[in-house]
């Protein structure tokens, strides 16, 4: 998967259905850390205020949990 930035959808918001696609695949396990924002950041080419905002909308939902010092994780159901 990659961001179209040329698509009406922001790139956080692209960047943030496709965390939520792998946590629905069980590709990121609940409890489990995600990979560190700055491998989101190369993966995707994107700038760490993009993938931090699409990681807010995501705890936002429920999803994820950032834990100061440790890392973000996928929430527990």
């Not at 489990?32 to 080419?45: N, S, V």
């Amino acid at each position: 998967m990659s961001i179209d930035h040329g698509a009406a959808e922001f790139p956080f918001e692209q960047l943030a259905a496709i965390l939520r696609a792998r946590i629905a695949s069980g590709e990121y396990a609940p409890g489990r850390k995600i990979p560190p924002l700055t491998d989101l950041q190369e993966e995707f080419d994107l700038s760490s205020m993009t993938v931090r905002r699409a990681v807010r909308v995501l705890a936002g939902e429920g999803l994820l949990v950032p834990v100061p010092g440790r890392g973000t994780f996928v929430a527990r159901r």
